[in-house]
Nanobody, 118 residues
Framework: VQLQASGGGLVQAGGSLRLSCAAS????????MAWFRQAPGKDREFVAL????????KYAGSVKGRFTISRDTAENTVFLQMNSLKPEDTGVYYC????????????WGQGTLVTVSS
């Protein structure tokens, strides 16, 4: 499946952004959808994930309580609502999918840049 991420931009600290990740084809019911991010000069890190067919989510400790991952199965789209943004949230955000919980994330979107100014 091809993934297209969008919604990034420049926002002041404390602000909000909503990222979207649209899939080009139907997503398997067993799939796991996730968001990762990569800050300048750092390794890519996990942000959040959701099971496609059930309300099961997981968050990195650094974003828990501020970010919310959700999905629209009718539109084959995953969202990341980001509130109370901090400068350390700056980076390129990537969406990814895996076939199931036991598989690696093997489909990746192109990334969308989020910049949080202090």
């Amino acid at each position: 499946v091809q993934l297209q991420a969008s919604g990034g931009g420049l926002v002041q600290a404390g602000g909000s952004l909503r990222l979207s990740c649209a899939a080009s084809s139907r997503i398997y019911s067993s799939a796991v959808m996730a968001w990762f991010r990569q800050a300048p000069g750092k390794d890519r890190e996990f942000v959040a994930l959701t099971r496609w067919s059930r309300d099961s989510t997981k968050y990195a400790g650094s974003v828990k309580g501020r970010f919310t991952i959700s999905r629209d199965t009718a539109e084959n789209t995953v969202f990341l609502q980001m509130n109370s943004l901090k400068p350390e949230d700056t980076g390129v955000y990537y969406c990814a999918s895996s076939k199931d919980v036991n598989s690696d994330f093997d489909s990746w979107g192109q990334g969308t840049l989020v910049t949080v100014s202090s």
